[in-house]
């Protein structure tokens, strides 16, 4: 017998027992639906946890802490597999001020190298990277540290900060003498960049960022206005490292984290926090993927009745057929057919109806949360569902591999049919 | 030309444990030949449906063989007899055992699409087959729309349709008024004359077993003294 026979013989019986068909698919439909929709809120809130994890910070960077960072050190890590560039800045320690046209900022600066910061990611809104050492590239946030301190203001308003453009300005650097009666030496730093601001709307970046090179005749420019350090105490240092090693690929984060670690640095990146999440959640999902497996477990009773019902009610049909010359394997196969007809087809609509479910739990739950809480129209940023196509994958196999089971017995009892018997059965 | 050869059975009835035997058929042995109506007769319990289901292949036998042109039967297993039926053998009811939810046509069909024949030859068969026995006109009808002598026409059409050398009939008349018994029974004697197929026909009825070239009389799982008679 054909496949396409096959088919055209199942579908046949199924249409006149259309009935009670339906309410085996509708039971598996319902098993299915409801296995997808609960594991689909697990993906959900894995999804948004992780999302709010990865977007407060640049997935590929891992942050490097070290008593002793030195540019040596830094370069050997350029030199390890996966690594794209490593970032090494030295955050000023002492007070410095920047001054533009009377305006004046405390300074928040850092000196650092342009050429590893731009293959890291680092990105202009204006402007282009510094090519000698009195060109600097200031943080999106930097013109409101700008404030006129002369300026007369009432009692509980700001001062006016710097409204023009900053591009092209040069801004004049001092530090704050440490010395009392001393006068800093003082740099003309010209602005040649503005960096993007961060994507965060609460982020905010004042930076100055000043290139390597300037950092020697500075830090003499600051000793002189220094006092000289007594006897026994140790000096603050004129600099703080702070070193990034960007990796190329997010897969390969793990493994520059693990090497970093393994050569006795201290090391953060979001991997570290990314595989505990995972970690929880894979038992999550794995736990609500059982919990909807029980419900579809109970709809395969369903199959597995309708399934008997159906072989028992065709027994003469059987016996006819086996008498006719059909083998016990076409007659296994034609009611296993059935049985999984059921399991596909109940598959296909609960897959459809589980994104309408998902679509309208996304839609109407945020709105009635945020309601119950009394917040107007915050945006939660909650994901409640998200069926992604491994979860209907599983879902899947689950159904179908159960309709399938519930199917076998059936069909074997049918494939046991006695000839004789079944020809003098009467229906 | 079927041979058999020793044929023995029994069933085993009552409860589990205590199950006693019943002999059915107790040492058989004889042949059909190619082209011939064989008739097999013999009184309820006589034991005739029981050999007509191993020579059918319905049925392992506890002892003997049955050999078909010198194939045997009883060497094979379920799904060798199957497929070994489908190739050789028509089967005639006494039921009809039409499939209640195929027409006419589709019933007639059946055995083709279980072979596996290309839809359109089947369809052209059966199509031929309807027109010469003179169904066309019932094609489309469902079996419960059809008479008895109508329902046995399409089984007989069906037992056909594969063209086997040999048809089993089981009480082929059996559900059918006299008249009607009249109009199956030329029929198969005309398509045993015409196209040479070997009938076995299982029957109580003197009547039908007179159409035979050859009939056997079963009493008690044997065969009758004198039971065999030739037709010339």
Same mark, same amino acid.
């Given at each position: 017998m054909s496949f396409k026979d096959q088919i055209a013989f199942v579908r046949q019986h199924i249409r006149r027992n259309r009935l009670r068909v339906f309410m085996t698919v509708l039971a598996a439909t319902m098993g299915t639906a409801f296995l997808i929709v609960l594991a689909s809120v697990?993906? =959900?809130? !894995?999804?948004?946890i992780k999302d709010e994890v990865l977007s407060n910070q640049m997935i590929t960077q891992v942050e490097v802490y070290s008593e002793e960072l030195t540019d040596a050190k830094t370069d050997?890590?350029?030199?390890?597999? !996966?690594? *794209? #560039?490593?970032? !090494?800045?030295?955050?000023?320690?002492?007070?410095?001020?920047?001054?533009?046209?009377?305006?004046?900022?405390?300074?928040?600066?850092?000196?650092?190298?342009? #050429?590893?910061?731009?293959?890291?990611?680092? *990105?202009?809104?204006?402007?282009?990277?510094?090519?000698?050492?009195?060109?600097?590239?200031?943080?999106?946030?930097?013109?409101e540290q700008l404030s006129d301190e002369k300026a007369t203001v009432k009692e509980g308003e700001e001062l006016p900060t710097y409204k023009e453009a900053l591009l092209g300005k040069?801004?004049?650097?001092?530090?704050?003498?440490?010395?009392?009666?001393?006068? #800093?030496?003082?740099?003309?730093?010209?602005?040649?960049?503005? *960096?993007?601001?961060?994507?965060?709307?609460?982020?905010?970046?004042?930076?100055l960022y000043m290139d390597n090179r300037l950092m020697p005749e500075m830090e003499k420019g600051f000793a002189a206005? #220094?006092?000289?350090?007594?006897?026994?105490?140790e000096a603050e240092p004129f600099t703080y490292p702070q070193v990034n090693v960007y990796v190329d690929k997010l897969e390969n984060v793990k493994g520059v984290t693990t090497a970093l670690k393994d050569d006795g640095y201290s090391v953060y990146s979001v991997s570290e926090e990314i595989e505990q999440l995972d970690v929880f959640f894979l038992a999550l999902k794995a736990g609500l993927v059982f919990v909807g497996t029980i419900a579809i477990l109970i709809a395969s009773i369903g199959i597995f009745n309708t399934m008997t019902m159906a072989v028992t009610e065709r027994t003469?049909?059987? =016996?006819?057929?086996?008498?006719?010359?059909?083998?016990? *394997?076409?007659?296994?196969?034609?009611?296993?057919?059935?049985?999984?007809?059921?399991?596909?087809? =109940?598959?296909?609509?609960a897959v459809v109806i589980s994104y309408g479910v998902s679509f309208a739990a996304n839609a109407v739950l945020p709105v009635i949360v945020t309601a119950a809480l009394g917040e107007d129209g915050a945006d939660?940023?909650?994901?409640?569902s998200v069926i992604p196509w491994q979860l209907v994958l599983i879902a899947s196999a689950i159904s179908l591999g159960v309709a399938m089971i519930s199917g076998w017995r059936p069909a074997r009892k049918a494939t046991k049919t006695d000839v004789i018997g079944a020809l003098r059965h009467e229906l | 030309m079927i041979e058999v050869k020793g044929l023995a059975h029994s069933f085993r009835v009552g409860k589990k444990g205590k199950e006693t035997e019943v002999p059915v058929l107790k040492g058989l042995t004889l042949?059909?030949?190619d082209g011939e109506i064989v008739s097999i007769v013999g009184r309820s319990g006589s034991g005739k449906s029981t050999l007509l289901h191993i020579l059918a292949g319905f049925l392992q036998p506890d002892r003997g063989q049955v050999l078909v042109d010198g194939t045997d039967l009883t060497a094979m297993n379920e799904a060798q007899r199957a497929a070994y039926r489908l190739d050789h053998f028509g089967f005639v009811f006494q039921n009809f055992q039409l499939m209640p939810g195929l027409t006419a046509f589709e019933n007639v069909e059946l055995p083709l699409t279980l072979k596996g024949v290309p839809a359109t030859e089947r369809r052209r068969k059966v199509e031929e087959l309807l027109e010469s026995t003179g169904l066309s006109d019932i094609r489309s009808h469902y079996p419960n729309e059809l008479s008895g002598g109508q329902q046995q026409r399409v089984g007989i059409a069906r037992a056909l349709i594969t063209e086997p050398p040999i048809i089993f009939a089981d009480e082929p008349t059996g559900s059918l008024d006299s008249e009607t018994e009249q109009d199956i029974l030329?029929?198969?004697?005309?398509?045993?004359?015409?196209?040479?197929?070997?009938f076995v026909i299982i029957t109580h009825d003197d009547e039908v077993a007179a159409i035979a070239d050859r009939t056997y009389r079963m009493h008690d799982g044997e065969l009758a003294e004198g039971g065999l008679r030739h037709v010339i």
């Open positions: 697990g993906f =959900g809130l !894995h999804k948004t050997a890590m350029k030199e390890m597999d !996966h690594v *794209k #560039s490593v970032v !090494h800045r030295k955050q000023l320690s002492p007070t410095a001020f920047a001054e533009l046209d009377g305006y004046t900022a405390g300074l928040n600066a850092y000196f650092t190298d342009f #050429s590893e910061e731009e293959t890291s990611g680092f *990105k202009l809104a204006e402007g282009r990277f510094p090519e000698n050492p009195g060109e600097i590239v200031v943080g999106s946030g930097f013109a040069t801004v004049t650097f001092r530090f704050d003498p440490l010395e009392e009666g001393a006068v #800093s030496e003082e740099w003309p730093l010209k602005i040649v960049g503005i *960096k993007e601001a961060p994507g965060k709307d609460w982020a905010f970046d004042g930076y206005v #220094s006092p000289e350090p007594e006897e026994g105490v003469r049909e059987i =016996g006819v057929m086996k008498a006719l010359g059909a083998g016990p *394997k076409l007659i296994q196969r034609l009611f296993l057919m059935e049985s999984a007809w059921i399991g596909i087809v =109940g598959t296909a609509i939660l940023g909650v994901t409640f | 042949q059909a030949a030329l029929l198969i004697q005309s398509l045993n004359r015409t196209y040479g197929i070997t």
